[in-house]
């Protein structure tokens, strides 16, 4: 069992939108959780940076940890084409990030 | 600010030749970490440098993998001799310190043929 689980999509959605991105972990050691964002040929880009369980929010995007569960969800509203491209959650208990698979999301105009 | 830069963006070569691989991190960023994502994968932990010190190596695969940080600035990843099971995508990132975010790099695209 990996010890974090992302489903792959890919997700489709119309613009405007309310998106909804999850993973699991099996890892209760994890502490840091993080969703990034990455386009085609280009590199992560980290959108959100969480530390234990709660909520963030930044702007469209909403960033929400239960670590009872061992879940964690990323929102996006009013979602725009221009969000289109692979999701990455990440965890870790120090520095070393466990990545999921990642979720392919498009936004359809 | 600058970003993480890596280059070469794409490499390809034969089996058994030797890549190098570069990673100039974020000014002032102590921590750097190589990832390397294969074909239908996660992205995985290759290594982390503080300065020019190896803090942790768990990830790499063998001992045909070599990183060096040199004074603590740039880093390099060297693979020699390269295999086919080497072919996938090679990230660098840097942090400020172990509760930051990282910041990755485009990655390098290496293809062994």
């Known amino acids: 069992q990996k010890e974090v689980e992302q489903d792959p999509g890919p997700l489709s959605v119309p613009e405007g939108a309310i998106v909804s991105l999850n993973c699991t972990y099996s890892?209760?050691?994890?502490?840091?959780f993080m969703w990034y964002r990455q386009y085609s040929r280009k590199g992560p880009e980290l959108l959100m940076y969480t530390y234990s369980s709660g909520n963030k929010e930044d702007g469209r995007f909403t960033a929400q940890v239960d670590k009872s569960s061992k879940y964690i969800s990323l929102f996006i509203r009013d979602s725009q084409p221009s969000d289109s491209a692979t999701y990455l959650c990440a965890m870790s208990g120090t520095y070393k990030y466990i990545f999921g698979t990642g979720t392919r999301l498009k936004v359809l105009a | 600010e600058a970003g993480v830069t890596q280059f070469p963006s794409h490499s390809v070569i034969e089996k058994g030749q030797t890549v190098t691989l570069r990673c100039d991190p974020i000014?002032?960023?102590?921590?750097l970490y190589w990832y390397r994502r294969v074909m239908g994968k996660e992205i995985k932990f290759l290594l982390h440098?503080?300065?020019?010190?190896?803090?942790?190596e768990s990830g790499m695969p063998n001992n045909r993998f070599l990183a060096e940080r040199t004074g603590g600035t740039y880093s390099t990843l060297k693979v020699q001799p390269a295999e086919l099971e080497d072919s996938g995508v090679y990230f660098c990132?840097?942090?400020?310190?172990?509760?930051?975010?990282?910041?990755f790099g485009s990655g390098t695209r290496l293809t062994v043929v």
């Open positions: 990132a840097s942090s400020p310190g172990p509760s930051y975010g990282y910041t």
């Open positions: 440098f503080v300065k020019e010190s190896k803090q942790d």
């Open positions: 890892n209760s050691a994890f502490q840091y």
């Open positions: 000014s002032g960023h102590d921590n």
